[in-house]
């Protein structure tokens, strides 16, 4: 297999080049690969440390990277602060979502960018506010009900709405699903894929093997702040991915096993 | 009213079939009566209060109620009242201000001092008072946000340091008096509406408030969302306009509505429309209930933190200006004993959270109304202030109360 080779910048909406982030003696991400294309989910996995945060950090604009480039719609880009990320098309849902629980919906929608600052236009965002709920099929019956009401998977829909209003290209979604129950999750998978029908690039971070192999068109394994594989979300299993985060297929025993069946997960390891 | 009437597409946001939407005023009135027991009660407890309050002096001692007596409330409400305001907005922000009565204390006495002492005009002085306010109240947003220094601790440092410079300012004068005979003093004391423009002012409210919430109906509409029937905004009209009719009219039998009162119930409006209608107004509720969530929704937190305490600090010193007027003199204990914590009492009182990010301007009126409704009705009692005390202490618990088991129903049934 394979994983996928690493396509051409023109083909992706973001790509990154051999990022680097050095916290003191800690090298934090080595030489980070990544590619989205519009229209593709990319689900980055890998285990604590891994840097998967830091890289999600790095592409909101709230670290700037010590080495290596980022591309944007193919050309080169500086992401100083979260708002020029913001601004330049690329969205981020943190994982604690940062909603205002005693404000209602469509306050929270518009937070910071409310219509007529001086003589707020309520009916004007409320009815955007409907409009984006619509497009992402959400399922909240009233917008005049604090966030603090709702269940954790609408709170999660709030949260990716209110990411859409700035028309992003790129949207980041900091473990989508690790606070749900079962329903909600699936009602969040849902989400993303039409956010993927709507032709967004998503990059999604999670813990949930069984959430990024139901939703990732590719599936990107980070280990120890370095690329280890990116793989095809449709013909991988669960296992493979795994050995790859954990590094369990590290060793000379699983090298010479996977010589000899042919390259089922062939990896880049540095 | 038929172009409200007339049915048009479904509105877009009931569509959902698990919503219920109140048709009519006996389903408006259900749906009150479903949220209030949901515990989402607004203004409702602090309304009965004022209820319980009046029917109990009133048995105790007839000149409660009588117009005379409701007419000095009208006046006495208004220094406690415009601190209590500015005190909403500096809790809506998470923040507090323990300073706001020697804030007011030092304000009154600046007023005196350049009044009479320098012999300045009257505008200059409110002017002067009313800046150096403001500045107390941004050097409190810069200590609370490059320093890092609670609110709690920078306030209660402020107590102390403005009471030592109203003190200053008196210099050993007991008091400084300020001439009868200046607007100031007559603002406070003498200055009514005249009758017919009062009742004007009532009718005007009312059909303002219809006006607008008639435009709002009519924009809905148009947009496709759901709006409340005419009939419900007709009879909460005729309610108001009733409401404010009599009260004009019992005011007006004896000397009238004052131009004090007026003043107060402008403040409140204009701080209502700043808190709910505007972009920096949302902001102070954002910042009072995530503080991270509005750093990241791009709004600028401190500066958010200095305008509440601004407005906070300002409010007082204009709360210390009407003090003085009313007294016709600013003394040494302007501001002090209990205006720090009746202030803040009349705000929670009124509804509004300690905790940040609930609460309305309207909840210092109805919050000042019952704490100056006890302090009259114990006076008109010749009951001294230990009593006072003690009943304002109670209610406020009783008030504090209320809003923890409020708050507990409306996790339990949704409404945040």
Known sequence: MTASAPRA??????????????????????????????GEVVAVVGDNGAGKSTLVKVLSGVYTPDAGTILFRGEEVRLDSPAAAHDMGIATVYQDLALCENLDVKANLFLGQELRPWMLDDVAMEKDSWRLLRELSAKIPT???????????????????????????VILLDEPTAALGVAQT????????RLRENGLGVVMIS???????????????????????????????????????????????????????????????? | MTSLDTPVAP???????????????????????????????????????????????????????????????????????????????????????????????????TTAVVMVRYEQPMVLAILVAVASGCLIGWIYGQAFNRFGVPSFVVTLGGLLAFLGAQLWLLRGQNAINIPYDS???????????????????????????????????????????????????????????????????YLNRTRGVSWMFVLFVALVLGVHYTLGHTRFGRSIYAVGGNAEAARRAGIDVPRVYTSAFVMCSGLAALGGILFASRLAAANQSTGTADVNLNAIAAAVIGGTSLFGGRGSAFAALLGVLVIQSISSGLTLLNLDSSYRFMITGAVLLVAVALDSAARRSRRAHGRG
């Open chain 1, 9 to 38: 910048a023109t083909d992706a909406v973001l790509s990154l080049r051999g990022i680097c982030k050095q916290f003191g003696a800690v090298a934090a991400l080595t030489d980070i690969d990544l590619d989205v294309a519009a």
């Open chain 1, 143 to 169: 917008l005049d009900v604090p966030v603090a009401a709702l269940s954790g998977g609408q709170r999660q829909t709030v949260a990716i709405a209110r990411s859409l209003l700035g028309n992003p290209e």
């Open chain 1, 186 to 193: 699936a009602e969040v998978l849902d989400l993303i894929e």
């Open chain 1, 207 to 270: 813990h949930n093997m069984e959430d990024v192999r139901a939703v990732a068109d590719r599936v990107a394994v980070l280990r120890l702040g370095r690329n280890n594989g990116v793989f095809d979300a449709a013909d991988v299993s669960s296992e493979d991915v795994v050995a790859a985060i954990t590094g369990a297929a590290d060793n000379v025993v699983a090298r010479r096993a996977a010589r000899r069946a042919a390259p089922r997960t062939e990896k880049e390891v540095p």
């Open chain 2, 11 to 109: 509105a877009t946001d009931p569509q959902d079939e698990r919503l219920a939407a109140p048709q009519g005023i006996g389903g408006n009135i259900r749906a009150a009566a479903r949220r209030v027991r949901d515990g989402d009660l607004g203004m409702l407890p602090v309304v009965a209060g004022i209820v319980v309050i009046w029917t109990i002096f009133q048995a105790l001692n007839q000149t409660f109620l009588s117009s005379t007596n409701l007419v000095n409330l009208s006046f006495d409400m208004v220094p406690l009242g415009v601190i209590a305001l500015g005190i909403v907005c500096v809790l809506l922000a998470g923040q507090i201000d323990l300073s706001v009565g020697s804030v007011s204390g030092v304000s009154a006495a």
């Open chain 2, 183 to 249: 607007a100031l003093v007559k603002f406070a004391q003498v200055w009514f509406v005249p009758g017919w423009l009062s009742y004007l002012l009532a009718v005007a409210a009312a059909g303002g408030f219809l006006a607008v919430g008639w435009a709002r109906s009519l924009r809905r509409r148009r947009a496709g969302l759901f709006s409340s029937s005419v009939q419900w905004l007709l009879a909460q009209s005729l309610l108001l306009l009733a409401v404010l009719l009599f009260a004009v009219y």
